[in-house]
């Protein structure tokens, strides 16, 4: 996590040299600098430089992994990755029904505002439920 921890304190040093030329520069074009960009820059730099030090803490307590040696072999980063789901229908039945249901509230009809909830009830059902049966149940 060491070069984790290096690539977002790059971040943070990039936004803590970016802040203040962006504070002179719209100072110097509107007159009065804009202060909104310049505190959005400044917490993304907070944010960045929080995420560094977490990372930075941690990677001393852990032991290193293999993309952290310089003398590791690539398959020793080898093994499982991860449950990959496999294609699904409900997620194009669930993005229906909210699309029904924003269509609904801009129109002001509100009864497919209801019918596209009930429906969305049904899809958000399968879409949580769909690993407890069928082909891929658990």
């Given at each position: 996590?060491?070069?984790?921890?290096?690539?977002?304190?790059?971040?943070?040093?990039?936004?803590?040299?970016v802040?203040?030329?962006?504070?002179?520069?719209?100072?110097?074009?509107?007159?009065?600098?804009?202060?909104?960009?310049?505190?959005?820059?400044?917490?993304?730099?907070?944010?960045?430089?929080?995420?560094?030090?977490?990372?930075?803490?941690?990677?001393?307590?852990?032991?290193?992994?293999?993309?952290?040696?310089?003398?590791?072999?690539?398959?020793?980063?080898?093994?499982?990755?991860?449950?990959?789901?496999?294609?699904?229908?409900?997620?194009?039945?669930?993005?229906?029904?909210?699309?029904?249901?924003?269509?609904?509230?801009?129109?002001?009809?509100?009864?497919?505002?209801?019918?596209?909830?009930?429906?969305?009830?049904?899809?958000?059902c399968?879409?949580?439920?769909?690993?407890?049966?069928?082909?891929?149940?658990?």
């Amino acid at each position: 996590m060491k070069i984790e921890a290096w690539i977002f304190g790059a971040t943070a040093l990039f936004f803590l040299i970016v802040t203040p030329a962006y504070w002179f520069a719209t100072k110097a074009n509107l007159g009065d600098p804009d202060w909104t960009g310049t505190v959005a820059l400044a917490m993304t730099m907070l944010l960045a430089l929080m995420v560094t030090l977490y990372l930075g803490f941690h990677a001393k307590k852990m032991d290193a992994r293999p993309e952290d040696r310089s003398d590791a072999e690539i398959a020793e980063g080898a093994g499982e990755l991860g449950f990959f789901p496999p294609y699904s229908w409900w997620p194009l039945w669930c993005a229906l029904c909210l699309a029904t249901m924003v269509y609904g509230v801009a129109m002001g009809a509100w009864w497919l505002v209801i019918i596209g909830a009930g429906l969305g009830a049904v899809a958000l059902c399968g879409f949580v439920f769909e690993y407890y049966r069928g082909e891929y149940s658990h």
